[in-house]
């Protein structure tokens, strides 16, 4: 009897995160392939290489920081498995440390998967 009212919860709320999922339009971050972002989005963290640099801990992160400013998500967070763009998710993108118009080196996410 339990499977059969768990059956019947995990339809809805199934269908409600993905559609919560695919309505998602992080505000700010344009993209090129509808996938990619246009332009690398900087944080504030300077960097030295790539390795210095992750994506905040958020599901479906849109920004990359230091390591040290990653964090942590809340205990029972539960995040939708949709591929959202503009976001780190599935490779649509990735975190690197990239030179901003100034010339600072700051953690960012830039277009694309990240290169091998």
């Known amino acids: 009897m339990r ?15 993905t559609l919560l999922g695919c309505m998602y339009s992080p505000e700010g971050t344009s993209t090129s392939s509808g996938t990619q972002v246009a332009a690398p989005v900087f944080s504030s963290d300077p960097c030295n290489t790539d390795d210095d640099c992750a994506p905040v801990a958020e599901c479906h992160p849109v920004e990359c920081v230091q390591l040290a400013h990653v ?15 503009g976001s780190a998710d599935c490779g649509f993108n990735h975190c ?21």
């Open 71 to 85: 964090g942590t998500l809340p205990p029972g967070t539960v995040c939708s498995d949709v591929c959202v763009p």
């Open 3 to 17: 499977a059969a009212r768990l059956k019947s919860c995990l339809g809805p709320a199934i269908a409600l995160t």
């Open 96 to 116: 690197g440390c990239a030179a901003n118009a100034s010339g600072a080196t700051l953690c960012a996410l830039l277009p694309g998967p990240k290169p091998p």
